[in-house]
């Protein structure tokens, strides 16, 4: 049986209390396995290739990777999935990752996975008052590049539905910052009742706290910049996510004996 790890990638920060919250929610998580978190930047002495090093040594050989970001269509994720071999794209920082004998189990990122629902409703719940006078708009990162920004219009056209079923809002859409749609469609939709702002971010910084409230700047609306992070339910999406990886990878990968050796295989689901 391989020995099993799991390494969390997140953005990374310089600011201590950015990373403390990635941390608080891996020590919460349910599971019976070697974590390690992972960052882009920011966080001297943790990257992909340090960790990644630091959990094959421990003898690792099979490695679940979460990408704690909000979308695949994140640039990052893409650049994580190159980093890993997953993607063309070959990254200095990468060799020693794609030259490791411990194999990958990728996870998706958070999209609209139930409990990232849950936890985006509840951030309307607490600034909603009246639905119907009221108009809702999701803000999301966004991505400059079409394919990018394709996946992100998906997940934010998903949230939107749901959450207009679910409310019954007098209107309800989206805005992106990159491309910056948000100034244009918060004032569309003001016309349509009293204005509910809620961001898609991991977690709390520029972009919550000064990006979206310039944009609106002048507007009336009602907003806390509250992000995924520090909701006690991350943990349980990390969880859920470790935990369906392996159980695919349990349909995908048997081991049989060959010439009295062991070797993994691919078989059919």
């Given amino acids: 049986m391989e020995k099993t790890a799991v390494l969390l990638i997140a953005h990374g920060s310089p600011d201590p209390e950015w ?12 599971l ?7 960052f882009l930047g920011g966080v001297e002495g943790r990257s992909i290739a340090d960790e990644w090093i630091c959990l094959e040594k ?25 980093m890993l071999g997953l993607e063309p794209g070959a990254q200095e920082e990468a060799l020693a990752v794609r030259e ?20 985006v409703t509840e951030r309307v719940q607490a600034l909603t008052v009246n639905p119907r006078s009221e108009a809702l708009l999701l803000v999301g990162h966004g991505n400059v590049s ?4 394709a996946k992100w219009e998906r997940l934010l056209q998903r949230l939107t539905l749901r959450l207009q079923n679910r409310f019954l ?20 939709l003001a016309e349509s009742g009293d204005l509910i702002v809620v961001p898609l971010f991991v977690s709390q910084g520029y972009f919550t706290r000064r990006a979206i409230p310039q944009r609106l700047e002048g507007l009336p609306f009602r907003y806390d910049g509250s992000a ?33 050796r062991e070797k993994t295989v691919e078989v059919g689901r």
Wanted: with cysteine; hydrophobic share 40%.
């Fill in 146 to 149: 079409s394919s990018g920004q």
């Fill in 169 to 188: 809002f007098a209107a309800a859409g989206y805005g992106t910052l990159r491309p910056d749609t948000l100034r244009e469609q918060a004032c569309a």
């Fill in 19 to 30: 990373v403390e919250l990635v941390e608080s929610a891996v020590r919460q998580c349910c």
């Fill in 228 to 260: 995924y992070l520090p909701h006690p339910l991350m943990a349980e999406w990390i969880t859920q996510s470790v935990r369906a990886a392996l159980r695919n990878d349990l349909f995908t990968q048997r081991s049989v004996y060959v010439n009295g």
């Fill in 32 to 38: 019976d396995l070697p974590v390690r978190v992972a």
């Fill in 58 to 82: 421990a003898g690792a050989r099979r490695i679940v990777t979460v990408p704690l970001f909000v979308t695949a269509g994140s640039s990052h994720v893409t650049e994580i999935r190159a």
């Fill in 100 to 119: 490791s004998r411990a194999r990958t189990l990728w996870c998706s990122p958070l999209e609209d996975h139930p409990v990232v629902e849950k936890i």
